[in-house]
């Protein structure tokens, strides 16, 4: 099965964007910031979908003990 139906990889997209902006972002470290609206963008749904389900970690149950 093929990892990226799209036939991009993230790495790839974020370098190419990356060397456009005049300031430091995190694709700068290739962070890929999913709350970044523009960043986001230069994926395709069918992408954003991947992106935001593939090995995606659940915050841990915290006792009502330590939570206090």
């Known amino acids: 099965m093929d990892d990226k139906p799209s036939g991009r990889f993230v790495e790839d997209v974020l370098y190419d964007w990356a ?3 005049r300031s430091e972002t ?3 470290s290739f962070i890929l910031d999913t709350d970044c609206q523009e960043v986001m963008d230069l994926f395709s749904p ?3 979908e991947t992106i935001l389900n593939t090995n995606k970690k659940s915050f841990p149950t915290v006792h009502d003990d330590i939570r206090k």
């Open 19 to 21: 060397v456009t902006q």
């Open 26 to 28: 995190f694709a700068h």
């Open 46 to 48: 069918e992408e954003m």
